[in-house]
């Protein structure tokens, strides 16, 4: 019984592990490939609107 809840604890750590690693992954991907468009344009980043005060801002690296 013992071994049984440890391959599933085991299992349960890996699936999160992986998890992980494809969500840091695509956002690596998403990071590049908005890097990539700025690059080829020219742009110095990539403009958002903010709701609350209607300005334009850079958008950040951590927002989606």
């Not at 071994?3 to 992980?20: D, E, H, M, P, S």
């Not at 990539?36 to 005060?53: F, I």
Request: proline share 2%.
């Amino acid at each position: 019984m013992l071994q049984i809840i440890l391959l599933l604890i085991i299992g349960l750590v890996a699936w999160i592990g992986y998890r992980k690693f494809i969500a840091d992954a695509e956002k690596l991907t998403r990071q590049r490939e908005r890097l990539r468009r700025e690059k080829e344009t020219g742009a110095n980043g990539t403009l958002v609107k903010d709701p609350k005060t209607g300005e334009y801002r850079l958008k950040r690296d951590d927002e989606e």
